[in-house]
């Protein structure tokens, strides 16, 4: 298994080490390069938006600079945070960077109508608003959050609503705090929030009344969000989506100086979540009852109790260790269940757990250890490319059953590529434009429309990579429509293509997926040398699930039994309902070898 690995991989390129606005970027470099627009400098017009850039991840924000920097640096010191964690530091990486958005206000981010395929949030009551996007992505994982913190509202006002954003002078509260108002007869009784201390009759009628709310900030979401992300990516497994929403939250209230990093705090509002909802059996949750959203309501401070008594437990760490490997190697809950111990045990430790503090909560570091982000501001043409590549992947992915969700899902998309075209349309020769455009078409199964887009490219930059990517791909679609005498010669020639664009950027990825995906287009077995692409796009993107299918499926299609079972199970038993995870599930008896 292994010469054959080292024989196929050796003959084909490595990872990406260049970052521009609409590709992947190898974890640990560093070089912002962003090509495409053919506008004369004198003509550009430069836009509020900025990208921010460290080792390790790339954030995009239309906010102010400073906060951008802040909020790329404690990215990367919670990299290395949760590095250290796992023995990983100075380890070999070779990952593609997390792409970070951070989007305006709760409006602004619900507008865009980021729907999730590979990734489900909570199921958690009204109150926690879904105010973060993750889609683990073939080309490297993205993350979007807003850039204002949401107002949770345990308790809805008897009087003027709070503002959903956490805005202190209109209606917000500061996140470490919360807010109870009662007003009688024209008396009032403020809470805890030193700017909204009324003191007059005429301010009261202004004011809340009898609410109960406190702020979650938009840092608590992208941080709980980027710990999970690098759990999937560093330590892929079949983990229970619990333990995974806990593990994000235990980070969700990271604290970053210069040189320290503080982290597992108890997060803010929690008594008054835990008084409004009440406690959760655990039984409940680790058969994973809590999924189907009945019964009590289940909240990430539910989560984060758990996993924060079971990770920082000396007595229970090794039992929660022996029971994740129970989970990752497909044993059924109960029987995994049992590595923790008596359930009712186990509910008495969780009701009276309030966190405590242990010495790991700080870490301290070198400065150089984290360094500071490289940040460009970017052209108007560039920013407006950025909601567009956030929804490719929320818009080319539409559920596969018939169905009310699947039309509304179709409806969407077509509404959404009938704008790329408009803006294709309106500004021909912003080359970023009409690649965004190509890979929607290619990629929704429009292969004459995506080669017209790539041939416009082509025709101001003739050697584009990606333009040589996205007409490969579309000329390999149209040739398993052609007759047959004609599909093989018309492959080859798409796949000439494929190639020159992995010659004249051997570290790009898309070649690689495009590649691959070539021998699909007329049912044909996939060549050694594409499944040693196929193997490095799962080794530079580990969570994402299409790739770890495929994967899966050559493995076991190569009587590669237990490499295939290790690949799929992470996406059979992972801990959402992706569109491959059934397929994933049903190839797993094949992963048995015979006599077991």
Known sequence: MMRWWLFVVGMVVTLPAHAQLTAPVKNGDLSITVTGTRIPKTKVEMSNWRMAETPHVVVFSGNDEKDLRRTAHNLEKLHFLLSALTG??????????????????????????????????????????????????????VLATTGIGVNVVLQPSDGRPTNRNCFRDDGGYPADQFVVFSFTGGSTVPGRVPSLDPTTADIAPQLTKNEIAFCQTADSRLYAGFAQNYLMTYSPAAYPRWFLQGFGE??????????????????????????????????????????????????????????????????????????????????????????????????????????????????????????????????????????GRLELGARIDVPAEEGRDRSTALARRSAWITRLRGNASRFPDLIENQLLLAEAECRSGNPED?????????????????????????????????????????????????????????????????????FAADGGQASDLAVGGLYKVVQSSPAA???????????????????????????????????????????LPQTVPHGN
């Open 545 to 587: 699930p299409g790739p770890r299918l495929k994967l899966g499926q050559e493995l076991i299609g190569r009587d590669f039994k237990d490499d295939a079972r290790s690949t799929l199970l992470p996406v059979a038993y992972g801990p959402f309902a992706t569109p491959e995870q059934p397929t994933a599930a049903a190839l």
């Open 250 to 387: 235990i980070f969700a209230t990271m604290v970053a100086s210069d040189d320290y990093v503080e982290y597992g705090q108890l997060p803010p509002g929690f008594f008054k979540v835990m008084e409004h909802y009440g406690d959760y059996p655990v039984t409940d949750i680790l058969s994973g009852r809590y999924l189907s959203g009945e019964g009590r309501a289940w909240t990430p401070y539910h989560a984060w109790r758990l996993v924060h008594l079971l990770y920082f437990s000396d007595t229970l760490k090794p039992r929660l260790r022996t029971y994740l490997d129970a989970v990752a190697n497909g044993a059924y809950p109960e029987s995994a269940a049992s590595a923790l111990g008596s359930p009712a045990e186990l509910q008495r430790a969780v009701n009276a757990y309030r966190g405590r503090a242990v010495q790991a909560e700080r870490m301290t570091f070198p400065v150089a250890r984290t360094p500071a982000p490289t940040v460009r501001r970017l052209t108007r043409a560039e920013a407006g490319l950025i909601r």
């Open 88 to 141: 990983r530091v100075d380890a070999p990486d070779e990952t593609i960077k997390l792409a970070v958005t951070m989007i305006g206000d709760v409006a602004t981010f619900e507008q865009l109508r980021l729907t999730d395929l590979r990734w489900q949030y909570g199921p958690f009551p009204q109150a926690f608003a879904k105010t973060v996007y993750y889609d683990p992505r073939e080309e490297g994982s």
């Open 450 to 518: 995506c080669l017209a887009a790539a041939d416009r490219v082509m025709a101001q930059a003739p050697t584009d990579t990606r333009a040589l990517v996205w007409k490969g791909t579309a000329l390999a679609a149209l040739a398993g429509r052609a007759p047959i005498v004609e599909r093989q010669p018309r492959l080859e020639q798409a796949r000439g293509l494929i190639a020159k664009a992995n010659r004249a950027d051997s570290e790009g990825i898309l070649p690689l997926i495009a590649y691959y995906n070539s």
